[in-house]
């Protein structure tokens, strides 16, 4: 399943967020979806690597950076090298529910010159709320954005897809959270 928003921002330069979810291995069809998938995403990047930054993320369901050669791998490594797409080790991002298996099947891509931009990436292995059995993969990024577009931004009604489960959620500790985070946002 691929996802993707188009941010368009007038003075500055254009960015392209993609969400991924690769098929994972197992089902008679896997390889054809995988196939699929990154053709899918080979489309994107070609109709908006000269316009925009790019940045693509999610659960690939392969190790990008392993030396196992798989023809999904091949497959989704040819893809990147093709693309000049980039990333970084971060670590293991996935474990079985067992606990006793664990791999780094989720990343980041971006293309190599926008590398500079990429301040840090990291796997947030310490999120008490994650109940996944996959660990956030998060980046900070420089991206500038000229001052009439971030007050259109912050004055934008922008509201997140789905409805929030709050009879299921532990208020407080949600308050705290956002409590903080604005605090680390504030000093930033």
């Known amino acids: 399943m691929i996802e993707f928003a188009v941010l368009n921002f007038l003075g500055s330069s254009k960015l392209l967020l993609v969400s991924v979810y690769l098929p994972c291995k197992g089902t008679p069809s896997d390889s054809l979806e995988f196939y699929n998938c990154i053709d899918q995403l080979h489309e994107i990047v070609q109709s908006y690597s000269d316009s925009h930054s790019i940045i693509i993320g999610g659960d690939f369901n392969e190790n990008i950076l392993s030396k196992i050669d798989t023809r999904r791998n091949k497959y989704l490594v040819d893809f990147m090298n093709e693309n000049s797409l980039y990333t970084e080790e971060n670590g293991i991002t996935f474990v079985n529910c067992s606990g006793k298996g664990t791999s780094t099947i989720d990343f980041l891509l971006f293309k190599q010159d926008f590398k500079e931009n990429v301040i840090n990436m990291e796997t947030m292995d310490n ?58 946002f504030h000093h930033l």
Not at 147 to 162: D, V, Y
Not at 164 to 181: F, Q, S
């Open 127 to 184: 999120v008490a709320t994650n109940v996944s059995d996959h660990f956030p993969v998060k980046a900070r990024v420089k991206y500038i954005i000229n001052a009439k577009e971030k007050l259109k931004c912050s004055n934008s009604n922008i509201l997140p897809s789905g409805k929030t489960p709050w009879k299921k959620i532990d208020k407080d500790a949600y308050k705290t959270l956002v409590e903080n985070g604005l605090v680390i």
